[in-house]
């Protein structure tokens, strides 16, 4: 059984994960889109989106890795 600090960080842990996924596709979407239209300069969609694509998954990873990290941590000190 699961008590509730355990139950709250699998829950932060989903939200984030589907947060990632669902910024992912999108950055991808408008990458693709910026790519093969006509009138928008790729240069320039490239410029804009790759650094937010940059901060957005370094951040989420780094907060995932914190995650675990921190329950090994927990896990050391209870034995």
Not at 9 to 24: A, D, E, H, N
Not at 43 to 55: D, E, H, V, Y
């Amino acid at each position: 059984m699961q008590n509730t600090k355990d139950r709250l960080v699998y829950t932060v842990t989903i939200c984030v994960t589907l947060t990632l996924c669902f910024s992912v596709l999108a950055m991808v979407v408008a990458f693709m889109l910026g790519l093969w239209a006509k009138e928008v300069d790729n240069a320039a969609i490239f410029a804009l989106i790759g650094p937010a694509f940059q901060t957005i998954v370094g951040g989420m990873i780094g907060f995932l890795s914190g995650v675990k990290l921190m329950q090994g941590d927990e896990k050391e000190k209870k034995c």
